[in-house]
């Protein structure tokens, strides 16, 4: 089974070409725990499939290392546009991919022929609390105190299609990451879990942010991650509508436009190499 090992900001994933081989017969959830793995598979954050689409130009599916099915990756689709746009699979610079949350339509932009960055329209991010989905009552939910083990956090929670809890805190670097997110990750208030921010106002327009990811754990960036950010940064009166979101593998410039309420998102993606995958049977 041949693979294209893709990143965006060191946010790393196994792309898998499905448009002919379709999505039968394969057990994919079983198939990104195996090949996620660091150490007896290939190693990602992420598996995601190339697939025809019926209402769009393209589909994409992602897996997360633990199996379970997000319905957006910022950083991937990145990716995945420059891999479809490079091979003239679809040859518009717009490129309409459907994913579980909706259509989402990155635009290359080029260096000649090669894609250098990508530019989303992320949609609209979700504020009603149900759509998050979090428990409770009253939306938006902003800066809402969370209660773990007698530590108080203060929580602004959304979805960009897949769900999201930015914590604002005055020094990130203190933050210990690997602790404090698989307890928020897995608070009750989120009955399908959630992705997890840590960040630090560095200016009205520049913040800093650790990730823990559902399903995937601490990665070194998270595209839907920083464009929810960038919407709590503005829905707490902490930062501006157009924003650089610093994250541990580089930047990312996130945009909140207040004409057409979508989120857009510009940064990099990178194709590193090609290979096989032998699957055992
Ligand atoms: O929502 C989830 O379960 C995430 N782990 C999906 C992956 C999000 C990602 N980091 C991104 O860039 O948006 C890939």
Known sequence: MYFTKVHGLGNDFVLLDCLERGEEKIDFPSLARKICDRHF?????????????????????????DG????????????????IYERGIVQDREIKVETLAGTIIPE???????????????????????????????????????LIEGKEYRATCLS??????????PRVDEVQVPIRGPLLERHPSFPRKTNVEFVEVLGPAEMRMFVWERGAGETLACGTGACAVGVAGVLTGRTDREVTVHLAGGDLRIYWSASDNCVYMTGPAEEVFHGEYLIEK
Do not use: W
Not at 121 to 127: A, D, E, I, S, V
Not at 130 to 140: A, F, H, K, N, W
């Open 41 to 65: 598979g290939i190693g990602a954050d992420g598996l995601v499939l190339i697939l025809p689409s019926d209402n769009s130009d393209i589909r994409m599916r992602i897996f997360n290392p």
């Open 108 to 146: 290359v932009l080029l260096d000649g022929n090669r894609v250098t960055a990508v530019r989303v329209n992320m949609g609209q991010p979700r504020l009603e609390r149900r759509e998050v989905p979090m428990l409770g009552t009253g939306s938006p939910v902003v800066d809402e105190p969370l």
């Open 160 to 169: 960009m299609g897949n769900p999201h809890c930015v914590i604002f805190v």
């Open 68 to 83: 379970s099915e997000p319905e957006m990756c910022g950083n991937a689709i990145r990716c995945f546009a420059k891999y």
